[in-house]
């Protein structure tokens, strides 16, 4: 099994429409979590923490569910700014060494 | 933005050839991080230095090796490279080698081509 494991898509999706999606990892003694974003041909960049009782961020929110070993962003009234890969990164536990895994990335495209 | 910075941009070499590629960063950072990003596969971490101390190797092939002279300054020198390797080689540095915390702030990347 994968330490971290994600939705590929394409998520397809118009202007002001809701996508979520989630990322889940093996190792349930993880201890943070991250979303980064990646433009095509960009290098990623920080977007938002993953905290335990759930953040959110403008229109974006994350949350954690450590029961199901899963992570998700949502993102409300996408913006065609919005279309990009999203890699979800877990730091794991410290006998790992807080190992830092990436998941392959979910791709987004909002359309006009 | 200029935070991080790599050169070259593009590389294409034959597998005999022996070239280097070069980070720097601006930020102030003591940690500094090569990266191996293949098509459709996650981000694979490389090389891990923290005060030009090298931390990590994660079972990375002899024909990568780092070169880490000084907190602003990383390298990552290539030799006998097999076509699979390539790939975007991104950089990246952090304040600390607090992954728990700590943002990683990633280059532009080299877009390696091994023929």
């Known amino acids: 099994r994968k330490e971290v494991e994600q939705d590929p898509g394409p998520f397809n999706v118009p202007e002001g429409a809701t996508v979520a999606f989630n990322c889940t990892y093996s190792?349930?003694?993880?201890?943070?979590f991250f979303w980064y974003r990646q433009d095509c041909r960009k290098e990623p960049k920080l977007l938002m923490s993953v905290y335990s009782s759930g953040n959110e961020d403008g229109r974006f929110t994350a949350q954690l569910n450590r029961a199901s070993q899963y992570i998700s962003l949502l993102i409300r009234d996408s913006k065609l700014s919005d279309s990009a890969t999203y890699l979800c990164v877990v730091v794991g536990a410290p006998a790992n060494d807080y190992k830092l895994s990436f998941g392959a990335g979910t791709t987004v495209t909002v359309r006009a | 933005e200029t935070g991080v910075t790599q050169t070259p941009r593009h590389l294409v070499m034959g597998m005999t050839n022996k070239k280097s590629l070069k980070c720097e960063q601006h930020l102030g950072h003591n940690a500094m991080y090569w990266y191996k990003q293949s098509a459709k596969k996650p981000l694979e971490l490389m090389f891990v230095?923290?005060?030009?101390?090298?931390?990590e190797n994660n079972s990375v092939p002899s024909r990568f090796s780092p070169e880490c002279p000084n907190s602003s300054h990383l390298f990552l020198h290539l030799h006998t490279l097999q076509p699979e390797d390539s790939a975007l080689y991104l950089c990246a540095s952090s304040q600390q080698r607090r992954y728990l915390t700590d943002t990683q702030y990633f280059g532009p990347g080299t877009r390696l081509t091994v023929l």
């Open positions: 190792n349930s003694a993880s201890q943070s």
């Open positions: 230095y923290s005060l030009e101390e090298r931390v």
